[in-house]
């Protein structure tokens, strides 16, 4: 049996999650309390020295990460089909796996966490950011329908959850017609599972 430890409030669980719905797998989810420090116990850090989650179980194998998780998930259970073989369109998926890791992570994501987090942090420049991302994102979904060509890939799962997500910032998706289109067909696919919404001032 799989095993995803995780917590509800977390995009970067939440992408894993939704990929493990979306291939049909079934998955034990083991959820960790932020407010209790319980990703910091010796326990969870024996798993991932750094602290931090997701952490996927699969058998003998142990992986911390969510875009690592998700290379793994799709080369173990559906090879070819999430991320392509070729190698234009391999890059061009790595491309979006390093902007979750850059402007997504400190664009709509970190404006979503001074929100709900109640963090003493200015919002402005995340959103800012993450403006310029949607506006990126909502030229490419205008010609492509996916961000990587004419379906679904790995680098759709990566950005939803954050994306959809961002008015918990403070980040409006009214600008943008393509990325609005692109959610709703992310949440049509067989198997999509959607992040809860989550109440702003969660730590206090």
Not at 103 to 119: E, H, N, Y
Request: with cysteine; proline share 9%; glycine share 8%.
């Amino acid at each position: 049996m799989i095993r995803l430890y995780r917590n509800v409030v977390s995009g970067h669980c939440h992408r894993v999650e939704l990929f493990l719905s979306l291939l049909g797998l079934p998955f034990e989810k083991v959820e960790l309390n932020f407010l209790e420090n319980e990703h910091k116990s010796p326990s969870f850090l024996a798993l991932n020295p750094l602290g931090q989650i997701p952490v996927l179980q699969d058998g003998d194998v142990t992986l911390a990460d969510s875009n690592a998780i998700l290379v793994y998930l799709e080369g173990q259970y559906a090879p070819g089909q999430w991320l392509p073989r070729d190698p234009v369109g391999a890059a061009r998926v790595q491309r979006w796996l390093s902007l979750a890791a850059g402007p997504l992570a400190f664009g709509p994501a970190m404006a979503r966490a001074i929100q709900v987090f109640s963090r003493p942090l200015d919002p402005q420049p995340a959103i800012e950011r993450a403006h310029a991302l949607l506006a990126h994102m909502d030229g490419e979904l205008a010609a492509t329908g996916w961000l990587v060509g004419t379906k679904p890939t790995l680098a759709d799962v990566v950005h939803y959850a954050y994306v959809a997500r961002a008015p918990e910032g403070g980040v409006s998706l009214k600008a943008y017609p393509a990325v609005r289109a692109w959610l709703a067909r992310v949440e049509a696919l067989p198997g999509f599972v959607p992040m809860v919404k989550t109440p702003v001032g969660l730590a206090e």
